[in-house]
């Protein structure tokens, strides 16, 4: 598994260079070595750094740390979540279980800013749920229906409202949820990383080329060294299965985004000085938008089935080009040229939009899979995947494994088609939302 560092990610580029990166050139024994250095990883290696301080402990990534999925996302801890994969949650109790494990998640995020005194833009100032199609107010009916019995604090929003707050008339209908929390994701991975147990070791741009179990010692290979490892947690997500774990279970969908450069004083004005929002779409394929503190606006309005480990400048340059136009249909106002960064990033899915978290053999862990709700989830499947290995249970293990477990994908290439036509049936669903 080669993955390529970049320069395109907008939240990337907000962060200083880090001056302390080590890769592997020798080879180690250790009492656990993790595999993935992103949300899960970061939070397993913390997990197990308090609980063994006198154990050597070892945290691989096979690029720079947290720059992966972990930064490259939209920014949104959720407390709900609408389109969920590509499947509905039909039944009210299998939809509890999902809020329950956001709810987790939420809460151990809020635990280490709160420890560690992080700032990461952190705002809890609800989302929205949004639509240009008034037949699409059925839909936001239905699902407000569902998280009042929840006990979700939400409400309808007509078109009037939606203007007044998100500065664009393009929407004729929304649905406004209190919970979510909207933040800088780089800044919190990069917290994650600067606040690593003295007793974790990190290692950069190593890739792991395999690994196999003798006995009770798993050794792994990588270009430069080898490791020997008495416990092993994959924290991979998208990646799990070009390393052998849970190989017929998720697939990687790759997602690409534009940020535009702050708004100008004058442009912001012409859109109504809107305070900070986020807007999650009601059909799958339709864009995710979001006005950043810093008065930037983000908008991810395309996923597809692409190499995940590489989009080349020029792919990248036609996947903008869309962006701008999301972006120009919602606030014609503003210029051409506002686009500062686009980048492409990895979401790793389910069949049933559940996510991994597992003992793969007696000594061998993995947890990831978050279907989009990498931030809070991915950062309890870390510390509870840790306390798992550990031998150790907690309220929170019972929690994630009521969830239901992920289903069986088909093989391939009928897995790629099956993705690809769902793909391009939502895309021409949500055609107008793009």
């Known amino acids: 598994m080669q993955l390529i560092n970049d320069n395109s990610c907008g939240w990337i580029n907000d962060l200083s260079p880090r001056t302390n990166v080590k890769s592997l050139d020798k080879n180690y024994d250790c009492e656990w070595l993790i595999i993935g250095a992103g949300y899960t990883g970061l939070s397993a290696a913390r997990k197990l750094g308090q609980l063994y301080s006198n154990q050597k402990i070892i945290l691989v990534d096979a690029q720079l740390a947290g720059e992966g999925a972990s930064s490259r996302n939209s920014g949104y801890l959720v407390e709900t979540t609408l389109n969920d994969g590509f499947t509905s949650n039909k039944k009210l109790e299998n939809y509890k279980k999902k809020s329950d494990i956001y709810d987790l998640g939420i809460e151990v995020v809020k635990k280490f800013i709160k420890e560690y005194q992080v700032d990461c833009d952190w705002n809890e100032c609800g989302k929205y749920f949004a639509s240009s199609r008034l037949e699409d107010k059925k839909i936001l009916i239905n699902f407000s229906e569902t998280l009042s019995k929840l006990d979700f604090r939400n409400n309808l929003v ?3 409202e939606l203007k007044k707050k998100l500065g664009t008339s393009f929407y004729n209908i929304g649905l406004y949820t209190k919970g979510g929390i909207l933040l800088h994701p780089g800044k919190l991975v990069r917290a994650m990383i600067d606040t690593l147990p003295k007793n974790v070791e990190l290692f950069e741009n190593s890739s792991l080329i395999n690994w196999k179990k003798n006995n009770d010692i798993i050794l792994c290979t990588f270009k430069e060294a080898i490791i020997k490892t008495k416990k092993i947690i994959f924290a991979t997500n998208g990646f799990l299965k070009s390393l052998g774990i849970k190989t017929n279970y998720n697939f990687p969908i790759t997602l690409t985004a534009s940020m535009t450069r702050p708004l100008t004083d004058k442009e912001f004005k012409s859109i109504g000085e809107p305070k900070e929002w986020g807007v999650l779409p009601v059909r799958p ?17 395309t996923a597809e089935v692409h190499n995940p480990y590489k989009m080349d400048q020029s792919d990248l340059k036609k996947r903008s080009t869309k962006q701008k136009i999301g972006i120009k249909k919602r606030f014609p106002q503003l210029p051409d040229n506002i686009i500062q960064s686009t980048w492409s990033g990895i979401v790793s899915r389910t069949r049933n939009s559940s996510q991994i978290f597992e003992k793969i053999d007696e000594n061998i862990f993995a947890a990831g899979c978050y279907n989009g709700s990498g931030i809070g989830v991915g950062t309890l499947f870390g510390e509870q995947i840790a306390i798992k290995a550990s031998n150790e249970h907690t309220n929170e293990i019972e929690t994630i494994e009521a969830r239901k477990k992920p289903t069986c994908l088909p093989p ?23």
């Open 285 to 301: 394929m339709g864009a995710t938008i979001r006005m950043t503190k810093d008065r930037r606006i983000l908008i991810r309005n």
């Open 412 to 434: 391939q290439p009928f897995l790629n088609l099956g993705v690809k036509a769902r793909l391009i049936y939502e895309r021409l669903r949500a055609r107008t939302e793009i």
């Open 158 to 160: 007509d078109e009037e």
